[in-house]
Protein backbone atom coordinates (compact mmCIF):
# COMPACT_ATOMS: atom_id res chain seq x y z
CA UNK A 1 0.00 0.00 0.00
CA UNK A 2 1.23 3.34 -0.50
CA UNK A 3 2.12 5.98 2.08
CA UNK A 4 4.79 8.61 0.58
CA UNK A 5 2.10 10.98 0.57
CA UNK A 6 2.20 11.46 -3.62
CA UNK A 7 -0.04 8.98 -4.51
CA UNK A 8 -3.34 9.00 -2.40
CA UNK A 9 -5.65 7.78 -4.73
CA UNK A 10 -4.06 4.58 -5.48
CA UNK A 11 -3.94 4.38 -1.09
CA UNK A 12 -7.87 4.89 -1.65
CA UNK A 13 -7.83 2.30 -4.30
CA UNK A 14 -6.25 -0.12 -2.20
CA UNK A 15 -8.84 0.62 1.01
CA UNK A 16 -11.56 -0.37 -1.57
CA UNK A 17 -10.15 -3.35 -2.56
CA UNK A 18 -9.49 -4.48 1.51
CA UNK A 19 -6.13 -4.41 1.54
CA UNK A 20 -4.32 -4.85 4.65
CA UNK A 21 -3.42 -1.65 6.29
CA UNK A 22 0.18 -0.71 7.79
CA UNK A 23 0.41 1.05 11.07
CA UNK A 24 2.37 3.75 8.80
CA UNK A 25 -0.51 4.34 6.69
CA UNK A 26 -2.78 4.62 9.56
CA UNK A 27 -0.81 7.13 11.11
CA UNK A 28 -1.12 9.00 7.87
CA UNK A 29 -4.35 8.73 7.27
CA UNK A 30 -5.58 9.96 11.03
CA UNK A 31 -2.71 13.00 10.68
CA UNK A 32 -3.91 16.83 8.61
CA UNK A 33 -1.51 15.60 5.63
CA UNK A 34 -4.56 13.27 4.67
CA UNK A 35 -7.11 16.04 4.93
CA UNK A 36 -7.32 16.91 1.61
CA UNK A 37 -8.38 13.34 0.76
CA UNK A 38 -10.65 12.72 3.20
CA UNK A 39 -13.55 13.71 1.02
CA UNK A 40 -12.55 11.33 -1.88
CA UNK A 41 -12.59 8.38 1.02
CA UNK A 42 -15.89 9.36 2.12
CA UNK A 43 -17.02 9.40 -1.96
CA UNK A 44 -15.38 5.83 -2.04
CA UNK A 45 -17.32 4.64 1.08
CA UNK A 46 -20.74 6.08 -0.10
CA UNK A 47 -21.02 4.20 -3.26
CA UNK A 48 -19.76 0.84 -1.38
CA UNK A 49 -22.91 1.97 0.91
CA UNK A 50 -25.38 2.44 -1.92
CA UNK A 51 -23.99 -1.24 -3.55
CA UNK A 52 -24.19 -2.91 -0.30
CA UNK A 53 -27.24 -1.50 1.74
CA UNK A 54 -29.23 0.65 -0.65
CA UNK A 55 -30.41 4.18 -0.35
CA UNK A 56 -32.75 3.44 2.94
CA UNK A 57 -31.92 4.95 6.29
CA UNK A 58 -32.95 2.80 9.13
CA UNK A 59 -34.99 5.11 11.64
CA UNK A 60 -34.76 3.52 15.15
CA UNK A 61 -36.79 5.58 17.88
CA UNK A 62 -34.25 5.61 21.26
CA UNK A 63 -35.75 5.65 24.61
CA UNK A 64 -33.01 6.51 27.80
CA UNK A 65 -35.15 4.90 30.15
CA UNK A 66 -32.77 5.30 33.40
CA UNK A 67 -29.61 7.52 33.94
CA UNK A 68 -28.87 5.38 37.13
CA UNK A 69 -25.77 3.88 36.36
CA UNK A 70 -23.28 1.66 38.94
CA UNK A 71 -20.62 2.18 36.29
CA UNK A 72 -17.17 4.54 36.33
CA UNK A 73 -16.50 5.08 32.88
CA UNK A 74 -14.03 8.27 32.88
CA UNK A 75 -15.49 10.08 29.99
CA UNK A 76 -19.28 9.39 30.46
CA UNK A 77 -21.55 12.48 32.50
CA UNK A 78 -24.05 9.48 33.82
CA UNK A 79 -21.52 7.64 35.57
CA UNK A 80 -21.42 7.30 39.15
CA UNK A 81 -18.23 9.78 39.10
CA UNK A 82 -21.18 12.60 38.53
CA UNK A 83 -22.84 12.97 42.04
CA UNK A 84 -24.38 16.54 41.41
CA UNK A 85 -26.83 14.96 38.57
CA UNK A 86 -30.25 14.51 39.29
CA UNK A 87 -31.10 10.73 38.74
CA UNK A 88 -34.76 9.61 37.11
CA UNK A 89 -35.87 6.14 36.22
CA UNK A 90 -38.92 5.00 33.99
CA UNK A 91 -41.47 2.36 35.50
CA UNK A 92 -42.31 -0.36 33.45
CA UNK A 93 -45.90 1.36 32.53
CA UNK A 94 -43.81 4.76 31.72
CA UNK A 95 -41.77 2.74 29.27
CA UNK A 96 -44.92 1.13 27.85
CA UNK A 97 -46.27 4.42 27.26
CA UNK A 98 -43.59 5.77 25.32
CA UNK A 99 -43.04 2.94 23.22
CA UNK A 100 -46.80 2.82 22.15
CA UNK A 101 -46.69 6.86 21.76
CA UNK A 102 -43.60 6.38 19.15
CA UNK A 103 -45.43 3.37 17.48
CA UNK A 104 -48.36 5.65 16.82
CA UNK A 105 -45.87 8.21 15.23
CA UNK A 106 -44.70 5.33 12.74
CA UNK A 107 -41.72 4.08 14.77
CA UNK A 108 -41.53 0.06 14.42
CA UNK A 109 -38.13 -0.44 15.82
CA UNK A 110 -36.73 0.83 19.64
CA UNK A 111 -33.28 0.83 21.38
CA UNK A 112 -33.79 0.80 25.18
CA UNK A 113 -30.83 2.53 26.60
CA UNK A 114 -29.96 2.89 30.21
CA UNK A 115 -27.28 3.48 32.56
CA UNK A 116 -25.92 0.15 34.33
CA UNK A 117 -29.04 0.68 36.78
CA UNK A 118 -29.82 -2.48 38.82
CA UNK A 119 -32.31 -1.66 40.43
CA UNK A 120 -34.00 -3.93 37.33
CA UNK A 121 -34.32 -6.83 37.61
CA UNK A 122 -33.50 -9.53 34.33
CA UNK A 123 -37.38 -10.63 35.31
CA UNK A 124 -38.15 -6.81 34.87
CA UNK A 125 -36.33 -6.16 31.48
CA UNK A 126 -37.75 -9.24 30.32
CA UNK A 127 -41.77 -8.03 31.64
CA UNK A 128 -40.66 -4.74 29.46
CA UNK A 129 -39.44 -6.52 26.21
CA UNK A 130 -42.77 -8.90 26.09
CA UNK A 131 -44.72 -6.30 26.35
CA UNK A 132 -43.46 -4.14 23.82
CA UNK A 133 -42.85 -7.49 21.46
CA UNK A 134 -46.24 -8.90 22.66
CA UNK A 135 -48.44 -5.83 22.24
CA UNK A 136 -46.71 -3.76 19.92
CA UNK A 137 -44.47 -6.11 17.70
CA UNK A 138 -42.01 -4.05 17.59
CA UNK A 139 -37.68 -4.88 16.68
CA UNK A 140 -36.23 -4.66 20.55
CA UNK A 141 -32.73 -3.22 20.88
CA UNK A 142 -31.12 -3.09 23.87
CA UNK A 143 -28.62 -0.76 25.03
CA UNK A 144 -28.03 -1.56 28.64
CA UNK A 145 -24.67 -2.82 29.50
CA UNK A 146 -22.79 -5.81 30.71
CA UNK A 147 -25.03 -8.16 32.29
CA UNK A 148 -24.11 -12.24 33.13
CA UNK A 149 -24.93 -14.45 29.83
CA UNK A 150 -27.55 -16.39 31.69
CA UNK A 151 -29.93 -12.65 31.59
CA UNK A 152 -28.51 -11.84 27.70
CA UNK A 153 -30.48 -15.20 27.55
CA UNK A 154 -33.17 -14.61 29.14
CA UNK A 155 -34.17 -11.34 27.22
CA UNK A 156 -33.23 -13.12 24.10
CA UNK A 157 -35.59 -15.31 25.11
CA UNK A 158 -38.01 -12.52 26.00
CA UNK A 159 -38.18 -11.28 22.48
CA UNK A 160 -35.50 -9.02 22.30
CA UNK A 161 -33.61 -8.77 18.74
CA UNK A 162 -30.53 -6.81 18.65
CA UNK A 163 -28.16 -5.68 21.37
CA UNK A 164 -25.35 -2.64 21.68
CA UNK A 165 -22.68 -2.89 23.68
CA UNK A 166 -19.07 -1.01 22.34
CA UNK A 167 -16.09 -2.10 22.76
CA UNK A 168 -15.04 1.06 23.33
CA UNK A 169 -11.49 0.44 22.38
CA UNK A 170 -10.00 -2.77 21.72
CA UNK A 171 -6.84 -1.91 23.61
CA UNK A 172 -7.29 -3.64 27.16
CA UNK A 173 -4.67 -0.66 28.33
CA UNK A 174 -6.73 2.33 27.34
CA UNK A 175 -9.75 0.66 28.09
CA UNK A 176 -8.80 -0.34 31.79
CA UNK A 177 -7.32 3.03 32.05
CA UNK A 178 -10.80 4.72 31.53
CA UNK A 179 -12.81 1.93 33.52
CA UNK A 180 -11.30 1.11 36.54
CA UNK A 181 -14.41 -1.28 37.68
CA UNK A 182 -14.13 -3.37 34.70
CA UNK A 183 -12.38 -5.86 32.70
CA UNK A 184 -11.40 -5.14 28.29
CA UNK A 185 -11.99 -9.29 28.66
CA UNK A 186 -15.18 -9.05 30.31
CA UNK A 187 -16.59 -6.44 27.45
CA UNK A 188 -15.10 -8.42 24.92
CA UNK A 189 -16.99 -12.22 26.64
CA UNK A 190 -19.86 -9.89 26.48
CA UNK A 191 -20.00 -9.51 23.17
CA UNK A 192 -19.16 -13.09 21.67
CA UNK A 193 -22.16 -14.24 24.45
CA UNK A 194 -24.37 -11.89 22.34
CA UNK A 195 -23.40 -13.29 19.40
CA UNK A 196 -23.85 -16.77 20.21
CA UNK A 197 -27.15 -16.40 21.82
CA UNK A 198 -28.00 -14.87 18.14
CA UNK A 199 -28.33 -11.14 18.62
CA UNK A 200 -27.35 -9.02 15.93
CA UNK A 201 -24.65 -7.73 17.58
CA UNK A 202 -23.61 -3.77 17.69
CA UNK A 203 -20.84 -2.66 19.47
CA UNK A 204 -18.17 -0.01 18.68
CA UNK A 205 -15.64 2.69 19.90
CA UNK A 206 -15.14 6.13 20.74
CA UNK A 207 -12.90 8.36 18.50
CA UNK A 208 -10.50 10.75 20.16
CA UNK A 209 -10.20 9.06 23.78
CA UNK A 210 -6.83 10.71 24.95
CA UNK A 211 -4.13 8.08 24.22
CA UNK A 212 -5.66 6.86 21.35
CA UNK A 213 -3.61 6.94 17.96
CA UNK A 214 -3.80 6.17 14.54
CA UNK A 215 -2.27 2.99 14.79
CA UNK A 216 -4.56 2.35 17.74
CA UNK A 217 -7.37 2.97 15.76
CA UNK A 218 -6.10 0.59 13.17
CA UNK A 219 -6.35 -1.87 15.94
CA UNK A 220 -9.82 -1.01 16.90
CA UNK A 221 -10.58 -1.26 12.75
CA UNK A 222 -9.11 -5.08 12.82
CA UNK A 223 -10.83 -6.42 16.25
CA UNK A 224 -14.06 -4.89 14.94
CA UNK A 225 -13.53 -6.57 11.37
CA UNK A 226 -12.84 -9.64 13.41
CA UNK A 227 -15.77 -9.37 15.67
CA UNK A 228 -17.73 -9.24 12.64
CA UNK A 229 -20.86 -7.36 14.49
CA UNK A 230 -24.02 -6.44 12.36
CA UNK A 231 -24.09 -3.03 13.47
CA UNK A 232 -20.97 -0.71 14.60
CA UNK A 233 -21.90 2.63 16.01
CA UNK A 234 -18.72 5.28 16.66
CA UNK A 235 -18.72 8.56 17.76
CA UNK A 236 -16.56 11.56 19.35
CA UNK A 237 -15.22 11.31 22.82
CA UNK A 238 -16.87 14.98 23.74
CA UNK A 239 -15.78 15.89 27.15
CA UNK A 240 -18.14 16.28 30.11
CA UNK A 241 -16.92 18.63 32.62
CA UNK A 242 -18.37 16.65 35.97
CA UNK A 243 -15.92 13.24 34.77
CA UNK A 244 -12.30 12.44 35.25
CA UNK A 245 -11.72 13.81 31.56
CA UNK A 246 -13.49 16.84 31.61
CA UNK A 247 -10.62 19.04 30.53
CA UNK A 248 -9.18 16.64 27.44
CA UNK A 249 -10.16 17.61 24.57
CA UNK A 250 -13.07 16.22 21.75
CA UNK A 251 -12.53 13.74 19.56
CA UNK A 252 -12.09 15.41 15.92
CA UNK A 253 -15.24 14.71 13.36
CA UNK A 254 -13.19 14.16 10.52
CA UNK A 255 -11.38 11.56 12.49
CA UNK A 256 -14.95 9.86 13.07
CA UNK A 257 -16.12 9.78 9.38
CA UNK A 258 -12.63 8.85 8.23
CA UNK A 259 -13.18 5.70 10.50
CA UNK A 260 -16.82 5.43 9.88
CA UNK A 261 -15.94 4.93 5.94
CA UNK A 262 -13.01 2.81 6.88
CA UNK A 263 -15.86 0.72 8.33
CA UNK A 264 -17.98 0.89 4.97
CA UNK A 265 -15.07 -0.13 3.40
CA UNK A 266 -13.86 -3.01 5.36
CA UNK A 267 -17.62 -4.44 6.80
CA UNK A 268 -19.30 -3.47 3.78
CA UNK A 269 -22.86 -4.53 4.59
CA UNK A 270 -23.09 -3.56 8.44
CA UNK A 271 -25.61 -1.02 10.01
CA UNK A 272 -23.32 2.03 10.61
CA UNK A 273 -25.43 4.89 12.50
CA UNK A 274 -25.05 8.73 11.91
CA UNK A 275 -24.70 9.13 15.92
CA UNK A 276 -26.14 12.05 17.83
CA UNK A 277 -22.64 12.58 19.04
CA UNK A 278 -21.68 13.48 15.73
CA UNK A 279 -24.27 15.91 14.79
CA UNK A 280 -23.68 17.14 18.30
CA UNK A 281 -19.75 17.51 17.95
CA UNK A 282 -20.53 19.50 14.32
CA UNK A 283 -23.82 21.26 12.82
CA UNK A 284 -23.98 18.89 9.87
CA UNK A 285 -22.03 15.83 11.48
CA UNK A 286 -25.14 13.59 10.99
CA UNK A 287 -25.82 14.32 7.48
CA UNK A 288 -21.85 14.04 6.91
CA UNK A 289 -21.76 10.49 8.33
CA UNK A 290 -24.88 9.35 6.13
CA UNK A 291 -22.62 10.26 3.04
CA UNK A 292 -19.73 8.52 4.48
CA UNK A 293 -21.37 5.37 5.19
CA UNK A 294 -24.02 5.37 7.17
CA UNK A 295 -27.25 4.06 6.67
CA UNK A 296 -29.18 4.00 10.18
CA UNK A 297 -30.09 7.01 12.46
CA UNK A 298 -31.80 7.08 16.02
CA UNK A 299 -33.53 10.06 17.02
CA UNK A 300 -34.57 10.43 20.70
CA UNK A 301 -38.83 9.54 21.56
CA UNK A 302 -37.66 9.78 25.99
CA UNK A 303 -39.78 12.13 27.82
CA UNK A 304 -38.69 15.66 27.38
CA UNK A 305 -38.95 15.39 30.76
CA UNK A 306 -36.09 13.12 31.12
CA UNK A 307 -33.81 14.69 28.36
CA UNK A 308 -31.96 16.93 30.78
CA UNK A 309 -31.20 13.81 32.72
CA UNK A 310 -29.47 12.04 29.72
CA UNK A 311 -26.41 13.74 28.91
CA UNK A 312 -23.69 11.37 28.46
CA UNK A 313 -21.94 14.39 27.17
CA UNK A 314 -22.23 18.44 27.22
CA UNK A 315 -24.45 20.21 25.07
CA UNK A 316 -26.18 17.34 23.24
CA UNK A 317 -28.46 17.71 20.30
CA UNK A 318 -32.84 17.39 20.40
CA UNK A 319 -33.07 18.54 24.21
CA UNK A 320 -36.42 20.14 23.13
CA UNK A 321 -37.76 18.21 20.26
CA UNK A 322 -40.15 15.93 21.11
CA UNK A 323 -40.46 12.65 19.68
CA UNK A 324 -42.73 13.46 16.52
CA UNK A 325 -40.10 16.82 16.30
CA UNK A 326 -37.26 14.48 16.35
CA UNK A 327 -38.63 12.15 13.70
CA UNK A 328 -39.73 14.74 11.45
CA UNK A 329 -36.58 16.59 11.62
CA UNK A 330 -35.12 13.07 10.89
CA UNK A 331 -37.26 12.19 8.20
CA UNK A 332 -36.54 15.59 6.87
CA UNK A 333 -32.78 15.20 7.13
CA UNK A 334 -32.80 12.04 4.99
CA UNK A 335 -35.00 12.96 2.38
CA UNK A 336 -32.98 16.56 1.85
CA UNK A 337 -29.99 13.95 1.01
CA UNK A 338 -32.10 12.31 -1.67
CA UNK A 339 -32.47 9.09 0.67
CA UNK A 340 -35.22 7.15 1.32
CA UNK A 341 -36.50 7.32 5.49
CA UNK A 342 -37.80 4.01 6.69
CA UNK A 343 -39.14 3.16 10.17
CA UNK A 344 -39.62 -0.67 10.11
CA UNK A 345 -38.05 -3.15 12.06
CA UNK A 346 -34.77 -2.31 10.10
CA UNK A 347 -33.43 -6.26 10.51
CA UNK A 348 -29.78 -6.78 8.38
CA UNK A 349 -29.96 -8.39 5.22
CA UNK A 350 -26.46 -9.84 5.40
CA UNK A 351 -25.20 -11.21 2.65
CA UNK A 352 -21.85 -13.50 1.97
CA UNK A 353 -18.64 -11.41 1.44
N1 LIG B 1 -24.73 2.10 29.67
C1 LIG B 1 -24.82 1.59 28.32
C2 LIG B 1 -25.41 2.55 27.32
C3 LIG B 1 -25.24 4.03 27.53
S1 LIG B 1 -23.76 4.79 27.06
C4 LIG B 1 -23.46 1.14 27.87
O1 LIG B 1 -22.47 1.51 28.47
O2 LIG B 1 -23.40 0.38 26.90
C5 LIG B 1 -23.75 4.73 25.29
C6 LIG B 1 -22.43 5.13 24.66
O3 LIG B 1 -22.19 6.52 24.87
C7 LIG B 1 -21.19 4.47 25.25
O4 LIG B 1 -20.97 3.21 24.69
C8 LIG B 1 -20.07 5.47 24.93
O5 LIG B 1 -19.31 5.08 23.81
C9 LIG B 1 -20.83 6.76 24.61
N2 LIG B 1 -20.33 7.88 25.45
C10 LIG B 1 -20.27 7.91 26.80
N3 LIG B 1 -19.69 9.06 27.20
C11 LIG B 1 -19.38 9.77 26.10
C12 LIG B 1 -18.73 11.02 25.88
N4 LIG B 1 -18.29 11.79 26.86
N5 LIG B 1 -18.58 11.42 24.60
C13 LIG B 1 -19.03 10.68 23.57
N6 LIG B 1 -19.64 9.48 23.73
C14 LIG B 1 -19.80 9.02 24.98
Known amino acids: MQTDGRDHEALIADLVKRERISDETARLIFSPAFDEFRARLYEAADKVRLETVGDEVFIRGIIEFSNYCGCQCDYCGISS ?45 CHIIEAIKGRL ?18 FRAAGADRYLLRIETSSQALFERYHRDSKWYDRHKALMDLKELGYQ ?21 EYLERLRPEMVGIGPFIPHPKTPLGNQPAGLIEHCLT ?14 PATTAMGTLAPQGRQMALRA ?24 IGQSDDAETCQRCIEDLVLALGRKPNLGFGHIKRKIY
Open 81 to 125: HNRELDRYRMDFDDILETASHAYGLGFRSLVLQSGEDRSYRASDI
Open 137 to 154: GMAVTLSIGEWPKADYAA
Open 201 to 221: VGSGILVGLPGQDGPGLLRDL
Open 259 to 272: FLALLRLYLPDSYL
Open 293 to 316: GANVIMPNVSPLSNRPGYQIYPDK
